[in-house]
């Protein structure tokens, strides 16, 4: 049984619409964050929610395995969600996970931003 629903996603872009700049109007106005901050916001603001989903947040390998920064980053599609990725022009930066561990993102990887469009 597949635990994604609206609920969820629902949620999710409610988080995005609060992080904001206000500096800045319109799309700008919204700030860009990783799939992985978006599933610790998540976790942090709807924990009766989180327990029902049978996977962990994410988080150091998070490609490698089944986790809810990766299905963020393969089913939050939604016309108020942008969806930015990068490739190669990340190399070299530095991500620190929830296990304080730091690791390089290597140029075969990518990096996966999403923010709230009005």
């Known amino acids: 049984m597949d635990w994604w629903n609206d609920e969820i996603k629902n949620n999710l872009i409610t988080i995005l619409q609060s992080i904001r700049d206000d500096r800045y109007e319109g799309v700008r106005h919204y700030k860009f964050i990783t799939a992985y901050q978006?599933?610790?916001?998540?976790?942090q603001n709807y924990p009766e929610e989180f327990q029902n989903i049978?996977?962990?947040?994410?988080?150091?390998?998070?490609?490698?395995?089944?986790s809810l920064a990766k299905r963020i980053t393969q089913s939050l599609i939604d016309e108020h969600v942008q969806i930015a990725t990068w490739a190669d022009d990340f190399v070299g930066l530095r991500i620190t996970f929830k296990d304080d561990d730091a690791s390089v993102i290597p140029?075969?990887?990518?990096?996966?931003?999403?923010?709230?469009q009005p």
């Open 38 to 43: 978006l599933a610790i916001a998540f976790a």
């Open 54 to 66: 049978p996977v962990e947040v994410g988080g150091k390998n998070t490609g490698v395995h089944r």
């Open 107 to 116: 140029s075969t990887d990518y990096l996966t931003l999403l923010r709230y």
